[in-house]
């Protein structure tokens, strides 16, 4: 059953992921949403849950959906983020390292059988690093993208750590 409730939250997550973009902004949405998803697969780890059977259903299952809004997220923004210039090369590289991630992913899942915790651990503090990390991102909602390289490199400098909202009237 965690399985169907996994694949049914790919349609709402999809949904609501162009909405989360029109009012949050890129930077925003991947940060929360990568953050809340790390925490999410963290706390599934927790040994003293591990006997309530629902809880860890719907942590898991949101921990699904809040991945599912970052990827959708992420694609868009990677995007946005190289200049023209090397645009194709940047989103070449992510998908390499997306693939090496998959390859990867169920020789992570079988540690598991090693230490029960040890996965969600491994899949659950990158996310929470990655989250944070990506505040240092500018914000791309509304801007006018880079074109060469120097315009990349000075692409956000005018842009405030703490100012997660694409814009100021919010």
């Known amino acids: 059953m965690a399985f169907v409730y ?38 599934t780890a927790l040994p003293f849950l ?3 059977d629902w809880l860890i259903t719907f942590l898991a299952t949101f921990g ?24 194709n ?14 390859i990867l992913a169920p020789y992570v899942s079988s540690l598991s059988t090693t230490s029960p915790m040890l996965c969600q651990v491994l899949f659950g503090v990158p ?16 801007k006018i993208l880079p074109e060469t390289i120097p315009e990349g490199e000075d692409f956000g400098r005018g842009q405030k750590f703490w100012q997660l909202l694409p814009r100021d009237d919010f």
Do not use: W
């Open 64 to 87: 699904k959906f809040c991945i599912t809004i970052t990827f959708n997220v992420v694609y868009l923004y990677s995007a946005e983020l190289y200049p023209t210039v090397i645009r």
């Open 127 to 142: 996310a929470i690093v990655a989250g944070v990390l990506a505040l240092l991102l500018p914000e791309t909602t509304d």
């Open 50 to 52: 591990q006997h309530i």
């Open 6 to 43: 996994s694949t049914a939250v790919e349609v709402p997550a999809a949904l609501i992921t162009g909405f989360l973009l029109k009012i949050c902004g890129r930077r925003l949405s991947t940060v929360s949403s990568m953050f809340v998803g790390g925490v999410c697969c963290l706390v």
């Open 89 to 102: 090369v940047g989103l070449g590289s992510n998908s390499v390292f997306a693939r090496i991630g998959a």
